[in-house]
């Protein structure tokens, strides 16, 4: 079965009454050297567990299958169960009906993936990507996470540092991994086409975050402080995130640092945050 077809995918679809939920930014691929490039892009091979989330019609399902030493696909939505029971018939291909939101993916490892590298391969919904890739990153199980993203959410998280185009959350993943966009995905080459152009973001866990920080805690209260008024200038934005310090105390901070008065958040790098960070805890 060619699941890329989108004859034979709209037939095996209707033969289990499956219809495309918006709510769920169900869109399944119909090229199929696109889910082939996306499993080499992840580098499963043997000695791999993947974590796919939102299998779909099973189309990447079935070229990890082929690549991995296990492939564990978590799917919400009960109506596609069906399908993947005809469309991947792999005996290292496990179906999971849940969340993964709401999953112990530490715990799901550990007892999927004994003995091998956790890893994570996945088309994300959309509208959950912000959440899933928190958890993935929260997840020190899983050593790198290749995912199918809105062609701007995944440059935005590879931007380099301080070029402008990043914010907290860019932030936030290049502290615990490196980041890379590895390929481009037009809009036509799936069913039914997203209104957007998609992107594959590779990410590798560091084996030590990229900057030294002594409260992690407020380091990060920092850096979602600096974004906070975006068109703001720095200075600004940490005066309104850190009320208790007041506007004279963050000029400090920031001086202290070598930083333009007028410097805005989106042009900090993670050792700049980090030097911030600690002018903030000198100047309480």
């Given at each position: 079965?060619?699941?890329?077809?989108?004859?034979?995918?709209?037939?095996?679809?209707?033969?289990?009454?499956?219809?495309?939920?918006?709510?769920?930014?169900?869109?399944?691929?119909?090229d199929?050297?696109?889910?082939?490039?996306?499993?080499?892009?992840?580098?499963?091979?043997?000695?791999?567990?993947?974590?796919e989330?939102?299998?779909?019609?099973?189309?990447?399902?079935?070229?990890?299958?082929?690549?991995?030493?296990k492939?564990?696909?978590?799917?919400?939505?009960?109506a596609?169960?069906?399908?993947?029971a005809?469309?991947?018939p792999?005996?290292?291909?496990e179906?999971?009906?849940?969340?993964?939101?709401?999953l112990?993916?530490?715990a799901?490892?550990?007892?999927?993936?004994?003995?091998?590298?956790?890893?994570?391969?996945?088309?994300?919904?959309?509208?959950?990507?912000?959440?899933?890739?928190?958890?993935?990153?929260?997840?020190?199980?899983?050593?790198?996470?290749t995912?199918?993203?809105?062609?701007?959410?995944?440059?935005?998280?590879?931007?380099?540092?301080?070029?402008?185009?990043?914010?907290?959350?860019?932030?936030f993943?290049?502290?615990?991994?490196?980041?890379?966009?590895?390929?481009?995905?037009?809009?036509?080459k799936?069913?039914?086409?997203?209104?957007?152009?998609?992107?594959?973001?590779r990410?590798?866990?560091?084996?030590?975050?990229?900057?030294?920080?002594?409260?992690?805690?407020?380091?990060?209260?920092?850096?979602?402080?600096?974004?906070?008024?975006?068109?703001?200038?720095l200075?600004?934005?940490?005066a309104?995130?850190?009320p208790?310090?007041?506007?004279?105390?963050?000029?400090?901070?920031?001086?202290?640092?070598?930083?333009?008065?007028?410097?805005?958040?989106?042009?900090?790098?993670l050792?700049?945050?980090?030097?911030?960070?600690?002018?903030?805890?000198?100047?309480?």
């Amino acid at each position: 079965m060619n699941l890329c077809d989108p004859v034979e995918l709209r037939g095996l679809l209707a033969r289990h009454g499956f219809h495309f939920s918006k709510s769920m930014g169900q869109n399944f691929l119909i090229d199929p050297q696109v889910p082939a490039d996306i499993a080499d892009a992840s580098e499963a091979d043997g000695t791999c567990g993947v974590l796919e989330i939102g299998p779909g019609a099973g189309c990447l399902t079935a070229e990890l299958a082929r690549r991995a030493g296990k492939v564990v696909s978590v799917e919400l939505d009960g109506a596609l169960l069906p399908v993947l029971a005809e469309s991947v018939p792999y005996s290292n291909v496990e179906i999971v009906h849940g969340d993964v939101l709401k999953l112990d993916l530490e715990a799901l490892a550990a007892e999927k993936f004994s003995g091998l590298t956790p890893i994570v391969c996945a088309n994300l919904p959309y509208n959950i990507t912000t959440p899933v890739l928190t958890k993935l990153v929260e997840t020190a199980a899983f050593r790198t996470v290749t995912v199918l993203l809105q062609r701007e959410v995944a440059r935005r998280l590879a931007a380099p540092q301080g070029s402008g185009d990043g914010g907290a959350f860019t932030a936030f993943l290049q502290y615990h991994m490196e980041t890379a966009v590895v390929l481009d995905v037009p809009r036509e080459k799936f069913l039914p086409p997203p209104k957007v152009h998609s992107a594959v973001l590779r990410c590798v866990r560091r084996t030590r975050p990229a900057v030294e920080v002594g409260d992690e805690a407020l380091f990060f209260r920092v850096v979602r402080g600096a974004f906070l008024l975006r068109r703001k200038t720095l200075v600004n934005s940490l005066a309104a995130a850190f009320p208790e310090l007041g506007k004279a105390a963050a000029e400090e901070a920031v001086s202290a640092c070598g930083l333009p008065a007028g410097v805005r958040g989106e042009r900090l790098t993670l050792e700049d945050f980090a030097r911030l960070t600690e002018a903030l805890q000198a100047v309480t």
